[in-house]
């Protein structure tokens, strides 16, 4: 057969396949924020074409399991100890994703200066359209900006809006972390919080 057919032939089937898939458009975007950067959070969002699927598990003791195993073993690979989980900062995160959800927005919580303050993690993405494991890799894959440099400049890129959620979790001084994920119109919203805090300015993640 003839390349130029072949190649013919399977563009015929590509544009087939298109057309009897139900591609859905997905968004996803996530926020970081440390002591260190201060409570105008950087904001990373991307926009990609997902194809629809059964939506992902929900439930309270799998989110605690792909949290805790996603988080400890970006940790194990730095030599961090690994985090427990805290029911109270999971509390304290499910009382801001619900905030969220109502909103349909992606924004920090306010909190209190001192020993009281949590570090947080943000993600949004389209409901249903992301499994948990999924959602910590967005955050995860800030590690090739990273580098363990006195924050705010943890960022190779020069801009810490580029690492702030992998440097939250590899911070060696936190030793507790809670999350919550609850499910707004359009978005689901997961919200991750640490204790202590972590990205405070002038000190290393480890």
């Known amino acids: 057969m003839p390349a130029s057919v072949a190649a013919m032939l399977v563009r015929r089937f590509v544009a087939l396949l298109l057309a009897l898939s139900p591609w859905t458009p997905g968004g996803a975007r996530a926020a970081g924020v440390g002591a260190g950067a201060g409570a105008g959070a950087g904001v990373g969002a991307g926009v990609e ?84 494991g999924e959602m910590a890799r967005y955050w995860l894959a800030e590690r090739r900006h990273f580098r363990n440099r006195p924050s705010p400049r943890f960022s190779r890129t020069g801009r810490w809006q580029d690492a702030p959620h992998y440097a939250q979790i590899v911070w060696r001084d936190t030793t507790e972390v809670g999350c919550a994920m609850v499910a707004g119109q359009a978005d689901d919203f997961l919200v991750c919080r640490y204790a202590p805090g972590g990205e405070v300015r002038g000190r290393r993640a480890y």
Do not use: I, K
Request: charged share 20%.
């Open 49 to 132: 074409w997902r194809m629809a699927r059964p939506a992902p598990p929900r439930d309270v003791d799998l989110l605690q399991h792909a949290m805790l195993d996603a988080h400890n073993r970006a940790r194990g690979e730095v030599g961090l100890a690994p985090l427990a989980w805290s029911p109270a900062l999971a509390a304290a995160a499910a009382a801001h994703a619900r905030e969220l959800a109502r909103s349909g927005r992606l924004f920090h919580a306010a909190q209190p200066a001192g020993g009281a303050w949590q570090g947080e993690n943000l993600f949004a993405g389209t409901r249903g359209g992301y499994d948990y």
